[in-house]
């Protein structure tokens, strides 16, 4: 059973900075891992894919979103700089195998000043 769990999520003020996390248990290792968001009102969107040897930022990130090199290969733990307000949102990992594709339950981050 694959289960996948992310945390690091909170309230911080514009400008400011989170480490999130997802960890996945019932797998191996990752081949593939989606980062996405959900804003009230909005549509679930993509904001970082990481497939084997590569790491592919959305617009609305890069630059200010990154992941460590040290990162274990059954954790991804993404870094959040330079926060703003529009970032609030759930954030959700993503990954799947021969058997079919797997969400988080997401974690919640709110910039508000």
């Known amino acids: 059973q694959v289960q996948l769990v992310e945390s690091g999520g909170g309230l911080m003020q514009p400008g400011g900075s989170l480490r999130l996390s997802c960890s996945a248990s019932?797998?191996?290792?990752?081949?593939?891992m989606g980062w996405f968001r959900q804003a009230p009102g909005k549509q679930r969107e993509l904001v970082a894919t990481i497939t084997r040897g590569t790491t592919l930022y959305a617009d609305s990130v890069k630059g200010r979103f990154t992941i460590p090199g040290d990162s274990a290969k059954n954790t991804v733990l993404p870094q959040m700089n330079g926060l703003k307000p529009e970032d609030t949102a759930i954030y959700y990992c993503?990954?799947?195998?021969?058997?079919?594709?797997?969400w988080g339950q997401g974690t919640q981050v709110t910039v508000s000043s």
């Open positions: 993503n990954t799947k195998n021969a058997f079919g594709s797997y």
């Open positions: 019932g797998i191996s290792s990752i081949y593939f």
